[in-house]
């Protein structure tokens, strides 16, 4: 249910960049992102600063997309996907600002997994597809499907 | 804590089918759905179409119910489950309009487990136990425990 | 994107205990629990009634921390993790109001990854690391880094 007209229901900062005919679902968080025409963001989605989508990705419900991370087009985010921008995350390291971003990207028409976490460093090549609950510690080349913990690849898709 | 006073902090469209006695907890968001009598939803909940629930169920925080899903009665379903109805998800087929929805049932008085994700296309016998975190991709029969990334037997519940 | 301005975006409980400078984003859910100073708590967070987080805790988005948890001070908790107060959950032992809530404690200076799993009863050491995606089982000795589905010791830290 789209709750475009009930803005207490979402928190979209002014610095946030909107293509064409996006749609936002309830209870979103967006801020200092930016994303193409005809993208579709789910209930309880968080996306944070920096993070460029492409157009018509489609991210469902209770993903987070953190800083650092690009979406090509064409991509499928699935429910409750975790992108991690630090693999080494501690108190300390946050206050003393010594930590360091790690990118990661998702190339053009990839599918992930409801309950996929990518950690940072990956790069997710374009058509690759990563299982429902699979932990992506490396890269993943272009139209390889992977899954597990940690994931690995299952086939080469046809 | 339930919210029902606020409905800036829940989204719950008109045609949303209530039991008696059902307690809706803050930023819920439901709609098509049919809940039976005395169930419980968390908070960070969403219900989608057609989905239907059975009496006395209690659905914990950061789940996501898909279409295609019915619970029966008394089903225990833990904080951050994924339901999936669509095991080839992509932005191609969702715009060609292609896939097809893969229903799930899940027994009476079963019990899943935190962070499991259950595949489309499942069925979930009555008394079954997922285990936390368990990525469900095949049937599981009544009373039976399963487990892990596949899931798989564990024990017969005694 | 923090909207303190925005009371229907945050559900706050009377009850809730708040140390000096605690940041809490948008869609918090937070009823009986008390957080230390400069805590900071991310989008979509659940904490129930009776936990207790030490000051300059982080806890990041969609994480839900459960009655009978303790966090002590500088813990790092991910985005997605679950606590599980219950290993054996079922809709008729709550009913019969025969379930036994089983207790957690996180050490000093811990971090735990994404979308990890902390079961009922497990006690976590001082600056242990839980990997993304582990689902922690058993108790994690301090200065120990534990990952996998069971979590196991990959290495001890240097």
Redesign the interface.
């Known amino acids: 249910?789209s709750?475009a007209g009930?803005p207490?229901?979402q928190?979209i900062?002014p610095d946030v960049v909107l293509g064409r005919n996006v749609r936002l679902?309830?209870?979103v968080?967006l801020?200092g992102c930016t994303l193409g025409d005809d993208c579709m963001i789910?209930?309880?989605v968080?996306i944070q600063r920096d993070v460029i989508v492409g157009s018509?990705?489609?991210i469902?419900?209770?993903t987070?997309i953190?800083s650092g991370v690009t979406l090509e087009d064409?991509?499928?985010v699935?429910?409750?996907v975790?992108f991690?921008n630090d693999r080494?995350?501690?108190?300390?390291a946050?206050?003393a600002r010594t930590w360091q971003l790690e990118r990661i990207t998702i190339g053009r028409?990839a599918?992930l997994?409801?309950?996929a976490?990518i950690?940072g460093g990956v790069n997710i090549g374009a058509g690759a597809?990563i299982?429902?609950?699979a932990?992506v510690t490396r890269d993943v080349a272009a139209a390889t499907t992977v899954a597990?913990?940690p994931a690995r690849i299952l086939a080469p898709r046809q």
């Open positions: 249910m709750s009930s207490p229901c928190c900062a679902n309830a209870f968080n801020y789910g209930t309880f968080e018509r990705c489609r469902q419900s209770h987070f953190c064409d991509v499928f699935g429910h409750g975790m991690i080494h995350p501690s108190v300390a946050t206050l028409g599918s997994g409801s309950g976490l950690l597809v299982g429902a609950g932990v597990g913990v």
